[in-house]
């Protein structure tokens, strides 16, 4: 049995999600091989190769692989399939692109987001919006699954595997990346992060969001995270979703400030370790699942909170 | 241009579903069913493109039981001009509706498929990304802006560390993201009319498709619950009870 794991990175980084994908490849038990497509990206196949038990990494290089454009990646995987029993990505959006369509190409089904292994056909994973867990078992000769990260602990990097270069197939020309604008910041990673600091439609306005919780994010070295309603209007870009349709986080420490607790927001920050949430409205749901509640006035309260945090370091 | 928009007929998304006492499912009796959003969103900008010249046809279609009728009549009154129901037993998984789907487009030669990037009562996310694989196509993931010109859509897709812009050459699949654009209500008159617009049904056996599933529900269950904690009377307590009993700081 053999297991192919598909790296997520961005040619110079090997991404935390992929050590999560690898530590569930591992559970299944087998050889676990980690693919690695893109372009001018040895240090990512150095990293790969350097997780604990990993056997081997596929190196695929051409620029058509720069994009990591969902046509292509499936191409490449494809042929792949044959010598794997299981083929797996986080559910990134590059997973979660691209593992349908391999599954289609192989006339298997996909399994999205598992969150749990029961054994190597046997599955749990999370639907309507995570308030229903299951288990589900599949008959195909090759599972095609995304990996729901936070649910499985990263795998560590004392690993020496050998490297291969493979074909990297030719460009399918069906789509062009024309541009991408990805959100500067020097914060962790929303989606690894230790601690997430999140802000709702209660902080009224971007100015106020970034005002507010920037310096706190600062004080906890926390990403940035934000509700739906928050997103939609306008306070913070669409990548700090968090939620059903967002990212999804298990972070030591979750702050929700204003932030009502719709369960959409609920499916994608329950599993955290620790929540703590600051809202005025003594009835809004999301203390039915906050560790620590503070009924307060978020405009005095949040810069109480980081300025205390600052005075006790 | 004809546009083809797959609807799903899910659980309302305002209601918390509960799991059956025995584990066999979930318990939808009386429940109230809806449109699934994504799919609202994506008849929206078909239809917008009609309106703007752009689109000729939009056909709204859904694979399920006679019920998912419904579902089609919402999308008609949201200005799809005529529906056709692939009618299988139950609920069908991801491929086989992504086979049904493959098979209604080479029937209507739509070069344009417009989908909700995930249904919210399985949130499998996998039914445009098949679709397209099985049509050769191009595809375009979690769109928050679409435009059409020249033979190709350009479409800015919500990805994880911010934006993107690709290009896809026609014909292409589209799945939509929350931002597209916000869907109009249905007015009563478009709803009366919705009833009048020609719906359609055909089976699996007239689509030369096998729906047989390939995964098996074992158990369903409902998660852990988390427990309320305490409430803190000011950001001194909270920091003392952060730092002495969570040790998270």
């Given at each position: 049995m053999a297991i192919l794991v598909i790296a997520e990175h961005d040619h110079a980084t090997l991404k935390a999600s992929t050590l999560n994908t690898v530590a569930a490849a591992l559970e299944l038990g087998?050889?676990?091989?980690?693919?690695?497509?893109?372009?001018?990206?040895?240090?990512?196949?150095?990293?790969?190769?350097?997780?604990?038990?990993?056997?081997?990494?596929?190196?695929?290089?051409?620029?058509?692989?720069?994009?990591?454009?969902?046509?292509?990646?499936?191409?490449?995987?494809?042929?792949?399939?044959?010598?794997?029993?299981?083929?797996?990505?986080?559910?990134?959006?590059?997973?979660?692109?691209?593992?349908?369509?391999?599954?289609?190409?192989?006339?298997?089904?996909?399994?999205?987001?598992?969150?749990?292994?029961?054994?190597?056909?046997?599955?749990?994973r999370p639907t309507y919006a995570g308030n229903v867990l299951v288990t589900i078992r599949s008959i195909d000769p090759v599972k095609v699954i995304t990996v729901r990260t936070t649910a499985f602990d990263a795998a560590d990097t004392s690993g020496a595997a050998e490297i291969h270069e493979i074909p990297a197939g030719s460009d399918a020309g069906l789509s062009k990346l024309i541009k991408r604008e990805l959100s500067k910041s020097e914060r962790p990673e929303l989606g690894a992060a230790k601690v997430v600091v999140s802000g709702g439609r209660g902080l009224g306005s971007s100015e106020n969001y970034h005002r507010l919780l920037d310096p706190l994010a600062d004080q906890l070295g926390a990403a940035l995270g934000a509700s739906r309603a928050a997103v939609d209007a306008g306070y913070a870009p669409n990548d700090y979703q968090v939620g059903q349709t967002g990212k999804i986080v298990a972070p030591q420490l979750y702050v929700a400030v204003g932030v009502s607790g719709a369960i959409q927001h609920l499916a994608g920050m329950k599993d955290s370790k620790i929540i703590v949430a600051i809202n005025k409205d003594p009835e809004a749901p999301i203390f039915q699942v906050a560790d620590y509640g503070l009924v307060a006035d978020l405009f005095d309260a949040v810069p109480a909170l980081t300025e205390a945090l600052r005075s006790n370091t | 241009m004809k546009i083809l928009v797959p609807v799903k007929r899910v659980v309302d998304p305002g209601i918390k579903v509960r799991v059956r006492s025995d584990g066999s499912g979930v318990d939808l009796d009386n429940v109230k069913m809806s449109i699934n959003p994504f799919d609202e969103i994506a008849v929206e900008e078909a239809v917008r493109l009609k309106e703007a010249g752009v689109a000729s046809e939009v056909?709204?279609?859904?694979?399920?039981?006679?019920?998912?009728?419904?579902?089609?009549?919402?999308?008609?009154?949201?200005?799809?001009?005529?529906?056709?129901?692939?009618?299988?037993?139950?609920?069908?998984?991801?491929?086989?509706?992504?086979?049904?789907?493959?098979?209604?487009?080479?029937?209507?030669?739509?070069?344009?498929?417009?989908?909700?990037?995930?249904?919210?009562?399985?949130?499998?996310?996998?039914?445009?990304?098949?679709?397209?694989?099985?049509?050769?196509?191009?595809?375009?993931?979690?769109?928050?802006?679409?435009?059409?010109?020249?033979?190709?859509?350009?479409?800015?897709?919500?990805?994880?560390?911010?934006?993107?812009?690709?290009?896809?050459?026609?014909?292409?699949?589209?799945?939509?993201?929350?931002?597209?654009?916000?869907?109009?209500?249905?007015?009563?008159?478009?709803?009366?009319?919705?009833?009048?617009k020609p719906l359609e049904v055909v089976t699996s056996d007239d689509l030369g498709v096998d729906v047989s599933p390939r995964l098996t529900v074992l158990k369903v269950a409902e998660p852990a619950q988390r427990k309320a904690g305490i409430r803190v009377a000011d950001v001194a307590q909270l920091l003392d009870r952060l730092k002495n009993e969570a040790k998270v700081i």
């Open positions: 087998g050889d676990v091989h980690v693919l690695v497509a893109g372009h001018d990206c040895t240090a990512v196949a150095a990293a790969s190769a350097r997780l604990s038990g990993v056997k081997k990494v596929l190196l695929a290089q051409a620029p058509h692989h720069e994009a990591q454009l969902a046509e292509n990646l499936a191409a490449l995987v494809v042929p792949l399939a044959p010598g794997y029993t299981h083929i797996l990505a986080p559910a990134t959006s590059v997973g979660k692109s691209t593992l349908p369509r391999i599954a289609a190409l192989l006339d298997v089904a996909q399994i999205s987001e598992i969150v749990g292994i029961e054994s190597s056909d046997t599955f749990v | 056909v709204a279609v859904s694979c399920g039981d006679r019920l998912c009728q419904e579902t089609l009549r919402a999308a008609l009154a949201l200005g799809a001009d005529r529906a056709v129901l692939a009618e299988v037993d139950g609920d069908p998984q991801p491929l086989a509706v992504a086979k049904l789907l493959k098979a209604v487009v080479d029937k209507e030669s739509a070069s344009l498929v417009i989908c909700g990037k995930q249904a919210i009562d399985d949130d499998a996310g996998q039914v445009g990304q098949m679709l397209a694989a099985l049509l050769g196509w191009p595809q375009a993931t979690f769109a928050s802006k679409v435009a059409i010109a020249d033979g190709s859509a350009r479409v800015t897709r919500e990805v994880d560390g911010g934006v993107e812009t690709v290009e896809i050459r026609l014909p292409a699949l589209i799945t939509t993201d929350l931002r597209l654009n916000e869907p109009r209500y249905a007015t009563l008159p478009n709803i009366m009319k919705a009833k009048k």
